[in-house]
């Protein structure tokens, strides 16, 4: 683990990734590309509103380290701190049983609008870590959430 996080740092401080992360901030517009959920409901999906207007301390997140090193488009985002966040909160799974930590956008959404509120946007994990449940809504125990 320690090694495999060591290389990413490695990569990430590459001339290859610096090259490639500049390309898709500039496909972005150099702004966040996050859209406010609008409507969630389970069997007629998701819609999104407005996009985010922040250009400041943008990220270019991964949605799959499968491809790292030759990633497309699709799988990088361009985000602000805030919303870079918010992706790995809506990823958050149960350590033991593996079931997520929520089941709708909108519910991520409240917990960042909670903390851009109370901190900004210039906010950290640990600072969000309070938006995760207690426990797993499935096996109802407290081991934690793999982010």
Known sequence: ???RRAEYVKYLASPWWFARRQRRLLSAGNQCEWKRVVYDHPAEGTLYGDRCTVTAR???HHKTYATLGR???DDLDVLCNAHHIASHLASASCKLCGEPAFYWESDVQDCVDGLI?????DFNMDDASWCLPENCGNCGQDWGWKL
Request: hydrophobic share 35%.
């Open 1 to 3: 683990m320690a090694d």
């Open 117 to 121: 509120e109370t901190h900004g946007t």
């Open 58 to 60: 943008l990220e270019v």
């Open 71 to 73: 990633e497309a488009d």
